[in-house]
């Protein structure tokens, strides 16, 4: 009997946000992003018992929240704002610090985030006063202030399902003002009880069969082009490329992340990872053939690769309606063969990332369910088809109201319910041998990733190319200094991982000028630190080019850019 299989993949990434040198967190999406959206993600599913999905976490981000359980553990905190949570007298901090909580505590989606309490706006519309005047008349705000301010921006990046479940969460929002140290030390605390929850969360709810835990080359490398830039021309025959032909020695550094990352993956969770996903839905023959020695079963990427391949495998015949290619597996010939590549719906993909945020929660989830329906009624009578959908599992939801709990919610319970759409994941659609006459053969596969079906995101202009010469120059230096005797074995060790920071696909992301400025100026900090401190781990002296910015990105560009449509 026919039916439809539905893969929603959730994919949980945060690059790596410490100074290697200082040990600091510099920037602290991987903890707010923790008690905020993977909470509420587990929460939905341990809810919802029937809904199946894959959940895709980069070991990167496990990493860090490992660092921060140890952090809580210790009391050694190494994250300002955190710290500052805890500080008992804020009458008496620093200066820099004061404007370190100004320049991080109103950063969020205001419209989600901010004006729907009353006592976190009136904050902010006092900032605004302080600050048209001079930025020394913020001297004079008060400790007070500067509490509830560290309370509230707390309270608003807080997980819904915590919100609503919590006492002494429902308490602090209720009270709005006045907040004591006690009440900040008891959120403090909390914040680390929901971090130090947050794996064996995960990990339960995959060893009841309910998740598919899938992984990521360690780093989030954008792996075809460490592998080979001119893979970008498979999807975009013009495109100017950096000055260096090669990444050097790209293809064992792949290797690396993908063996550290399956290890790190078998550690955490009782198991290794059936499946990959690759950084940026970025696949390519050549990232195929890697995955097939490390016996990956299944990857998956965008819409826009598996059109680009077909156009290439037949490029006189003209596509067919898409519900006769979209919905099924693929083996891509030749050596790659014994890895099923799964290609998402883009459309639908899309709608929860960019479009149902503006709708009511029921009626989004009404109408993906009726997407569904559309894709049951018109893929071939004889094929049970299997749509992917996916996307972040964390970025999206701070533009929903009430970080998409009714969506969600909405959702799953008409998913637990249907009769004919089930949700499912990549391994259990692997085993299952009756859809083993649905795979079908792509004669190539043109690289690309899930942003365009390109990788134009990360390569090809000017800034890009720019920040790639840079990391090939470095890598040259890390090739020298590794063959010689200058460092010990921990010494390398130390400068092996600050190098594989520096290969995260993050940092090409945010270079251009079509992200908001305040976004570039952070990574591009980040990015030049971490080459800052590969040179001094190496012992060589910085080359005057990392001293400068690469990108300023753009002013008038309000939008988070921490996500892109797929077309």
């Not at 500080?87 to 008496?92: G, K, N, P, R």
């Not at 006063?129 to 309370?151: C, H, M, P, T, W």
């Not at 004591?180 to 680390?192: A, P």
Request: aromatic residues 12%; proline residues 5%.
């Amino acid at each position: 009997m026919k039916q439809l299989n539905l893969v929603l993949l959730w994919h949980m990434h945060q690059p790596d946000y410490r100074d290697y040198v200082t040990k600091e967190f510099v920037l602290p999406w991987v903890y707010l992003h923790a008690i905020k959206d993977y909470t509420d993600m587990a929460y939905h599913l341990e809810m919802h018992p029937q809904t199946k999905a894959v959940v895709n976490f980069v070991p990167i981000l496990l990493d860090q929240l490992e660092d921060f359980t140890e952090q809580f553990s210790s009391g050694q905190i190494r994250s300002p704002l955190l710290r500052l949570l805890a500080t008992s007298d804020l009458e008496h901090i620093s200066m820099q610090d004061r404007s370190y909580v100004f320049d991080s505590c109103f950063l969020s989606n205001h419209e989600t985030m901010l004006q729907p309490y009353p006592a976190y706006k009136r904050l902010h519309e006092l900032y605004q006063i302080f600050n048209k005047r001079s930025e020394s008349e913020l001297a004079y705000v008060s400790g007070q202030y500067l509490a509830d301010l560290l309370v509230w921006y707390h309270l608003a990046w807080m997980g819904e399902s915590v919100r609503r479940n919590n006492e002494f969460i429902m308490r602090l929002m209720a009270q709005s003002q006045g907040f004591g140290y006690e009440d900040r030390l008891q959120l403090f605390n909390l914040i680390g009880d929901l971090i130090k929850q947050l794996i064996p969360r995960y990990r339960k709810l995959a060893e009841s069969g309910q998740i598919e835990l899938s992984t990521t080359p360690h780093y989030h490398p954008l792996a075809p082009l460490l592998i080979d830039f001119s893979s970008a021309r498979d999807s975009q025959p013009d495109i100017t490329l950096p000055e260096h032909h090669l990444y050097p020695g790209g293809r064992s550094r792949v290797a690396f992340h993908l063996s550290s990352a399956i290890t790190h993956h078998t550690q955490r969770f009782n198991e290794e990872p059936c499946g990959i996903w690759p950084a940026e839905g970025a696949l390519s023959t050549a990232l195929l053939k890697i995955l097939a020695e490390q016996n990956c079963q299944w990857s998956a990427s965008g819409e826009g690769v598996l059109v680009n391949s077909l156009r290439a495998s037949h490029p006189d015949a003209p596509l067919p309606d898409r519900s006769h290619y979209l919905y099924r597996p693929y083996k891509v010939a030749g050596e790659t063969e014994k890895i099923t590549c799964f290609f998402r719906d883009d459309q639908l993909s899309d709608l929860i990332g960019f479009e149902y945020a503006k709708w009511f929660g029921r009626d989004a989830a009404e109408n993906f369910i009726q997407s569904l329906e559309h894709i049951y009624h018109n893929t071939p009578a004889e094929e049970s088809p299997v749509v992917s959908v996916i996307l972040d599992g964390e970025n999206a939801w701070e533009s929903y109201p009430y970080n998409g709990y009714y969506f969600l919610e909405d959702l799953y319970s008409l998913l637990d319910n249907h009769p004919f759409i089930r949700t499912t994941t990549y391994r259990n659609y692997i085993a299952d041998t009756k859809n083993t006459n649905n795979i079908s053969t792509l004669p190539t596969l043109a690289a690309g990733s899930w942003v365009y079906g390109t990788f134009s995101t990360w390569i090809g202009d000017k800034e890009k190319n720019c920040a790639w010469d840079m990391l090939c120059i470095a890598k040259h230096s890390f090739d020298l200094v590794m063959q010689s005797d200058r460092l010990t074995d921990e010494q390398k060790t130390e400068a092996s991982r600050q190098l594989a920071s520096c290969e995260s696909s993050d940092w090409f992301w945010w270079f251009g000028d079509y992200n908001p400025a305040h976004s570039v100026a952070s990574f591009d900090q980040l990015f030049r630190q971490n080459l800052m401190n590969l040179y001094h781990l190496l012992k060589l002296p910085i080359p005057p080019s990392v001293l400068e910015s690469i990108s300023k990105g753009n002013e008038q560009t309000e939008a988070s850019g921490a996500m892109r449509r797929s077309s």
